[in-house]
């Protein structure tokens, strides 16, 4: 574009154009000369108001005879422009006091005119967007692309970003946060777009018509040992107890029952106060919360911790109080604990569903499923099973002979075999899906719990899943999660500061201890790291160098003997020859099965590392008063005991002019050519210091004990 073709364009003159091209430092000679695009759009953003100056004081020069008939040649034309340019790109004032700042004259020579009336002229207002709602801004997005969501002119947003000291040509991409903060001044309230989000684009609509009704999902929660899982296992007369190492739940189990003609899909949660995020995650996902509470037990801590998580996710809660069977049942006292906790029974005039059951009985269990379908039947769900499915990731493991296995709960739409699936930062082609009692599905609709196999990778345990149409685009949506993943973790990567220096300092005897863990799935990996980094303290510190999902493999032990590391094995057992491996390499590999155990054992071995500390306790003080040589025997001093005691064996330090001289023991202790146990204060005594004859009158022997004391992290 030409100098000329934009003063055009703008409609005024082109030296006006050439001299704004100047005053932004573009130097051009003629108005022939070529204008690029950014500069033809910052000149019409420092000229746009210039405009509006300019043509005001022709409107008022109708009204006003004054000015009219004033003649005006046209370098102060130009001057006049000029001038009222800059008084309106600053500060643009009403209709009627523009022309003020540029015409008006001194009334008297020798005196100044008046110019303060822009600087006291309100602010210019701020244009506002058209657009209603909130704008989905991607990731990267350029100023061009920022004004076309905002269907604003990018000179508007430019202006914007020049305001904020940022020179930003209209190609140039923005970095999120001003993105959405240019937005937020223009009245817009935006919302940032992952480059994957983008891929995989807004969640298909959904029409009443499609809407069908759908199972409940119930999670069952409660402390450990309440007797969450043989409950579940009365119910879907099933044996999961028995399979479970020491009767906990390890990781999360789900299942379908049927009743009454209608389907429940139940989902167990562990009880172990190590497991919180599984309970979590169950929270999350479900419709109704079973609270499973012994009767002969109470509410315990995770009682409370399931009440809450329960509560955070707004979901009802049923209370099955268990064991009613056992001679010291007390069920009163549990009704009161919960009523203690807003949980108050029907009963007892509150409005929690409250069933007296006995799982080991298999008592009153249809009255418990009856309460779970009229609850289900009052919230109505509905989902539609026409759309492509939509989840969560319960669980993930990964199997020597399957791969990697993923539990899923379908939320929304149908999962069929052969279909594309993003879980996380994995993807892949479901090749199979089996259900919670091992037999091969071609399909599974909302609320159905399944294991799927086919997967790339083990996904994060929590993440959202869903069906992709192209395995391209699954794969593409798994490099940039990935991706996007490691430019994280290498943002979160801490540098050295003169605060941390002094702390590594401070902390130069702390005890470090690596490890590396291998589970059988992702939320075990995720349990166990989260509770061995708890038993980090102040003196030895926990230091997770790899954790993943797995049997124990030759590389693993490889990278513990190179990192000094101890392997731990959760419900998995190391491969061929591995355990060989780690005896000739020295590394030490344990195996565990039950979580407590665990912790138990790394809790006493980290105790042991830790240097013995002891505490000193002062017995007595005595002053030499003489001292006495015995052939064979060595220097005798004869003390006497000014406060506390002497015994023999004690800790004995000889003080001479407020200077500790030596530190040693008692070799003996004599009254009277007698040997003694220990004196007392205000007696006299002949005391032997071992491996020491340099005693003279005058120094102080004070004597101590030493008391070692129990480790603390």
Known sequence: MRVHELAKKLGIQSKEVLAALNDIGVELKSVHSAVGEEDAVRV???????????????????????????????????EKVSKTTVVADTVPAPLGEELKPSVSEPEEEGTEPSV?????????????????????????????????????????????????????????????????????????????????EVLLGDAPSVTTEDLEGRPPVVTIMGHVDHGKTLLLDAIRSTNVADREAGGITQHIGASIV?????????????????????????????????????????????????????????V?????????????????????????????????????????????????????????????EMQELTASPRVPARGTVLEAQLDRQR?????????????????????????????????????????SGPSMAI???????????????????????ARKVSEIRQERQRQESLAAGSRLTLEDLQAQLRSADRVDMPVLIKADAQGSVEVLKDSLLKLSGDKVKVEVIHAAPGGVTESDVLLASASNAIVVGFNVRPERGVADIAVREGVDLRLYTIIYQLIDEFKQAMLGKLKPEY??????????RDTFRIPKVGSIAGCYITEGKMGRGAGVRLVRDSVIIFEGKVGSLRRFKEDVPEVQQGFECGISIANFNDVKIGDIIEAFKLEELEPVL
Do not use: C, Y
């Open 44 to 78: 019409e953003a420092s000229l746009s108001s210039g405009k509006v100056a300019k043509k005001t004081p022709k409107k008022v020069a109708k009204k006003t005879t004054k000015v009219k008939k004033r003649p005006v040649s046209k370098e102060k034309d130009s």
């Open 116 to 196: 303060d009336v822009p600087e006291l002229a309100p602010e210019p207002p701020v244009p506002m967007s058209p657009v209603k709602g909130t704008v989905a801004i991607q990731d990267g997005i350029t100023v061009k692309g920022l004004a076309e969501n905002l269907e604003m002119p990018p000179s508007d947003v430019m202006r914007e970003l020049m305001s904020r000291g940022a020179m930003a040509n209209i190609n140039q991409p923005l970095e999120p946060d001003v993105a959405l903060s240019v937005a937020e001044h223009f009245g817009v309230r935006a919302r940032l777009l992952h480059a994957d």
């Open 258 to 314: 049927e009743h009454a003609g209608s389907r429940i899909t139940f989902i167990d949660t562990p009880g172990h106060e190590a497991f919180t995020r599984m309970r979590l995650r169950g929270a999350q996902v479900t419709d109704i919360v079973v609270l499973v509470v012994a009767a002969d037990d109470g509410v315990m801590p995770q009682t409370v911790e399931a009440i809450d998580h329960a509560r955070a996710a707004a």
């Open 316 to 376: 009802p809660i049923i209370v099955a109080i268990n064991k009613i069977d056992r001679p010291n049942a007390n069920v009163d006292r549990v009704k009161q604990q919960l009523g203690e906790r807003n949980l108050a029974p029907e009963s007892w005039g509150g409005d929690t569903v409250v069933v007296e059951v006995s799982a080991k009985m298999k008592q009153n269990l249809d009255e418990l499923l009856e309460m779970l379908s009229l609850t289900a």
């Open 403 to 443: 791969g990697p296995v993923a539990t899923l709960i379908v939320q929304e739409g149908t999962l069929r075999v052969g279909d594309n699936l993003v879980a996380g930062m994995e993807s892949g082609k479901v090749r199979a899906m089996i259900d919670d009692r091992g037999s091969q599905l071609k399909e």
């Open 451 to 473: 294991e799927v196999l086919g997967l790339g990778g083990v996904p994060e345990a929590g993440e959202n899943f869903q069906v992709v149409e192209a395995t391209t685009l």
């Open 615 to 624: 505490r000193e306790t002062a017995l007595g003080v005595a002053e030499v």
